[in-house]
């Protein structure tokens, strides 16, 4: 039923894209995904996008197909997961038309239960998946990984200015904005003082990578998480021009491995790959970075929920005269903490040590000005 109602949006994949006589190996991936007839079993749908207008490039072909082939070829590990892939978005007459396609698909994902990975096209897609959300009027937290700040109102091009649309247009269904691995030489510290002001948090690269575990929770929360390859340095992504310097790949791999293993988390998106690809290098780092999501589904399947404490360590603490708690997962070792109103946001083992010596974690406090 699922792909009845969007058939005529989508170009069907070909799961053939290696040399005939070579085909897949028993265990890859290319082999194993759910057949296009019985989506409904899928737990994850992929789904791929050449339109990169919004860089000021009308499109970059077979670099979509490039990942599949990556992925394809990569080996299943995840014996409790279910996999489809949709196919390619037909790119519109606008962008916009893409974006309102790319809205479609997602939303008739979401009403069948399914969790949606995207690759390909330019950034600002980010805005046709935000749309979808915006349409069945849910609020929803938003992490992106990006090494810019896409907020600039002057630039010709919809990847570099997205933002505003998807931050400020009323009415507005973005509870909370993160952003992760800016680096800093290419933002105006005005910016980030702005953006500070609307209680919203960004991350340096550097501060992600000397901890990355304290982004987590940020990705844990997020019902969207939308990540730009222009965030990872070009020796690990040479398709990416802007920088020298940014995330390894593997650490971009984390990254979409925490968004794997968040309950919350419905759609991620990954975009940014439409220049000249030395040997292939940046299709198969998205290719593994889709490994990493993967990864993390089949961690979250392991996780007990909230309501049931047999699955957690509790803490008990009395910190600034504010009594509190916190759950540790006895399965993947993460942490949540407790609000006044007595529900739960994730945090950190450091949050943890931090309410230990009686101070409120800044995590806690920008989480209680936000509400």
Known sequence: MLYQHIQELIELPNPYEVSEDEGYRPGQIGQLLTDQNDLDTADLLLLSCDDCR??????????AQAVRRQLYNLYWWHAELQVADLGSIKTGATLHDTYAALAMVVREVLKAGKRLLLFGGSHDLTLGLYQAFAEEQQLIEVTAADALIDLDREHPFAAHKFLLEMLTSEPNYV????????????????????????????????????????????????????????????AYAPAQTLSPNGFTGQEACKLLQYAGMSTANRVTGIFGFAGKDAHQLTAMQVAHMVWYYLDGMQKEKHEV??????????YHLMCAEVDTMFLQSRNTGRWWMQLPDQSFIPCTYTDYLIASNNDLPERWLRTQERM
């Open 54 to 63: 919004g860089m000021g490039i009308r499109s970059a072909p077979g670099h």
């Open 175 to 234: 509870r909370q904005f993160n952003l992760v691995g800016f680096q800093s030489y290419f933002v105006n510290p005005q910016l980030l003082e702005t953006i500070d002001k609307l209680r919203f948090d960004c991350f340096r690269v550097g501060k992600v990578q000397e901890k990355m575990d304290e982004v987590e929770p940020a990705i844990r929360s997020s019902q969207l998480f939308s990540f730009d390859v222009s965030s990872i340095a070009h």
């Open 305 to 314: 929920p909230l309501a049931d404490r047999s699955g957690y360590n509790e």
